[in-house]
């Protein structure tokens, strides 16, 4: 074992034993939900070593765990708790609705004030008609099946790390794996890569390389540019992916390429629709044919919708002759009266200048983690280049890489590798991470050192800004952050 190995896996003993100490509540409540749950958890993304942390109760921006500890939330439910946890507008809302009864296995009014305002607000991204959903994951459902029904093709054109839901995940090894089965790159190492096993649904997926134009181009002209291709779906900045913000040159060119093999270009905004007033898209001068989003639009609730052009959306007319293309979309809760009332009041909670101020806190802590990176030589250079206009691409053997100005073959060639430890992020979406062979582990200690400081975060480093986060919340949040960098800077810059 290394010593860099063995000097983070100590680190990680000692902070697993010290969280451990401090929550045998959360111990106990998880070992004896083992007996009905499979490894105690029903939701893959909250599970951590050694044991999940247990929440009792929330307010605002503060959740309280089963061991009665305060910390601040910097997670906001992976991007769908913009409003934090006991917005007033929306309770009452809620409470209204309570008192109205709920399942009225009918029409209501409030879905089609719901959608009256979604094609107002997110009309420059393209969306003349909407439909809703229950979760984000559905509406990717039914678009992709949307985009299939319109073109009569099959493959769909998806992007290395992108993450659509349950049934649409495509982490690296899983690309690896698809460009060595198909003829892409090569294995540089000789090794087998994993073969991980997806929930995914079984659609002619084509697998491309994030933000690599040149390499993109050419899967398509070998696999998808035969009257074959579908829809191209992408999400503007990855969430699952690390908070990797697409280049605008790679957006408009997977517009023009949709545009010229008459695919769909389907735009995932079920997070980075909270990045912009009228979707994260529109800010950038592109118009998705369909765009889905999610729960933060429902208020908080059990939410997702999908919405684009006029044509398209017309398909799910149920007034439509049977001859007629027609397609099909009941779904028990998809005017659920909860998340429609809690919408409506949400949209007007969450306007321009919230949009606006969330992510000038997203931009403080990037700005202030990065310049602690560059201070402790993280980052090679005290340079700009890494606050502003720096963009991840991924290539055929797995690796990401930097380039910085224009998405050129030549730029792309000169990548550099990633720091040992980064921020990426857009606005009020970022995430810390950590690269390299001992990376996880690097991530698990990141996620207990902010624990321990009483900042709540996913475990892969995630952080979801809301709108009851403080200044004074940044700051704590910037100052853990410092703690750990550090406290482990001779090991991070080896």
Not at 130 to 157: D, Y
Request: charged share 20%; with cysteine.
């Amino acid at each position: 074992m290394s010593s860099s190995r063995h000097y983070v896996d100590s680190a990680l003993q000692k902070a697993h034993q010290t969280y451990q100490s401090r929550n045998p509540n959360s111990a106990k409540i998880h070992q004896d939900a083992s007996q009905y749950l499979p490894g105690g958890n029903t939701r893959t993304s909250l599970y951590t070593q050694p044991f999940p942390l247990i929440i009792t109760s929330a307010r605002g921006s503060k959740l309280t765990s089963a061991d009665g500890h305060s910390y601040t939330d910097f997670l906001s439910e992976y991007s769908a708790g913009v409003f934090g946890h006991s917005n007033a507008e929306i309770a009452q809302a809620v409470k209204d609705t309570l008192q109205r009864g709920w399942n009225y296995g009918a029409e209501n009014v409030y879905e089609k004030q719901l959608a009256r305002k979604i094609v107002d607000r997110f009309g420059p991204s393209g969306v003349e008609l909407v439909r809703f959903t229950n979760s984000g994951t559905e509406a990717n459902t039914v678009a992709i099946g949307a985009a299939i029904a319109w073109t009569g093709r099959k493959k769909v054109l998806v992007f290395s790390g992108a993450y659509h839901g349950s049934t649409f995940e495509f982490p690296m090894d899983f690309c690896r794996r698809w460009w060595q089965r198909h003829g892409f790159g090569s294995n540089k190492d000789g090794q087998q890569v994993y073969e991980m096993k997806t929930l995914n649904l079984p659609h002619e997926f084509v697998v491309a390389p994030f933000n690599n134009i040149a390499k993109t181009e050419h899967i398509i002209k070998e696999v998808a540019a035969h009257d074959n291709l579908a829809a191209i779906l992408i999400e503007p900045v990855q969430g699952s992916g690390g908070c990797r913000p697409a280049s605008v040159e790679f957006l408009r060119f997977l517009r023009d390429t949709a545009d010229r093999l008459g695919a769909l270009l389907v735009v995932d905004e079920v997070m980075t629709s909270r990045l912009s007033f009228s979707g994260y898209i529109s800010s950038l001068g592109i118009k998705a044919d369909l765009i889905t989003f999610g729960k933060w639009i429902g208020g908080g609730m059990s939410f997702g919708a999908f919405g684009g052009r006029r044509d398209i959306m017309e398909m799910f007319n149920p007034a439509r002759n049977a001859e007629e293309d027609k397609l099909i979309h009941p779904g028990t809760y998809n005017n659920n009266i909860f998340t429609m009332s809690a919408g409506v009041v949400g949209l007007d909670i969450f306007d321009a200048e919230k949009v606006r101020n969330l992510n000038l806190k997203g931009d403080t802590i990037k700005d202030g983690v990065t310049r602690i990176l560059q201070d402790t030589d993280i980052y090679p250079r005290r340079q700009d280049r890494f606050l502003e206009d720096v963009i991840e691409f991924d290539d055929f053997d797995g690796d990401t890489h930097l380039y910085k100005g224009t998405n050129s073959q030549s730029r792309l060639a000169e990548g550099e590798p990633l720091p040992r430890m980064l921020i990426s992020s857009s606005g009020s979406l970022l995430n810390v991470k950590f690269t390299g062979p001992n990376a996880e582990i690097w991530q698990g200690l990141y996620f207990h050192h902010m624990l321990e400081r009483g900042v709540y975060i996913a475990s892969r480093g995630f952080t979801p800004l809301n709108i009851e986060l403080t200044d004074a919340d940044v700051e704590i949040y910037i100052s853990a952050a410092r703690d750990f960098i550090l406290q482990h800077q001779f090991e991070l810059t080896r």
